[in-house]
């Protein structure tokens, strides 16, 4: 499986407040998938990215694919607190063997 | 979420003991994987397995072994626990458009 280093470890936000995590690779990427895991959880499939430039939207969840397939960021826009958790991001498809970055942990003050 | 239980969910063990992880899925996926979760480490991959009696390494698989002699089944092996092996153990299934699923977790103690 591919490597990836994500940024930033930890993100501390106001409720309201945007917040983006990135997911950067030296290699170019066939696909990536993004995962949530809540305190205590399991990680959550949220979307798997296939095209360079791909843009795809969850309500206030924007995840992009960067043109070169090397990059990829989620993006909250006026985070609630019912976002909090760690997103992970994974290089792969379906059936490979995922390696996960190692994760931003989000937490939003009321 | 799709049919995938851990057990135990919590143990506690002594170092030197072998102790066993059970991962169960009801729905006949050809693919599954274990990992550990530390703190500052994330995930890593122990092993996995692409079908019956098809298993492989991952990144930190010393000390655990697996077996998978029935679809449904994949089971985690410490032939010895040490302390470092300490950590919450998830295993996972992969289902085609929609990533892998996730257990509950075992949460395993070494003392």
């Known amino acids: 499986g591919q490597q990836v280093m994500q940024i930033p470890q930890y993100q501390h936000v106001q409720e309201g407040e945007d917040f983006t995590t990135y997911c950067n690779s030296s290699t170019t990427l066939s696909n990536i998938q993004w995962y949530k895991q809540r305190p205590g959880g399991h990680p959550v499939f949220l979307i798997q990215?296939?095209?360079?430039?791909e843009v795809k939207k969850q309500k206030r969840l924007t995840f992009q694919f960067g043109e070169a397939k090397k990059n990829s960021s989620l993006h909250i826009t006026a985070t609630q607190t019912t976002d909090v958790g760690t997103y992970f991001c994974?290089?792969?498809?379906?059936?490979?063997?995922?390696?996960f970055g190692t994760g931003t942990r989000l937490q939003v003050f009321p | 979420d799709a049919g995938i239980t851990q057990s135990p969910r919590h143990k506690v063990t002594e170092t030197g003991t072998p102790v066993t992880l059970r991962c169960h899925q009801t729905e006949n996926h050809r693919y599954m994987y274990w990992y550990r979760q530390d703190p500052g480490h994330g995930l890593r991959l122990i092993h996995y397995?692409?079908?019956?009696?098809?298993?492989d390494k991952g990144e930190v698989s010393d000390g655990y072994s697996v077996s998978r002699s029935k679809t449904e089944d994949f089971l985690l092996t410490l032939e010895s626990a040490t302390s470092s092996q300490t950590s919450v153990y998830f295993c996972a299934i992969a289902q085609l458009n929609y990533g892998y699923t996730f257990g509950s977790g075992t949460r395993l103690t070494v003392v």
């Open positions: 397995s692409y079908g019956v009696k098809d298993t």
């Open positions: 994974a290089p792969g498809s379906n059936t490979d063997k995922l390696i």
């Open positions: 990215l296939v095209k360079s430039g």
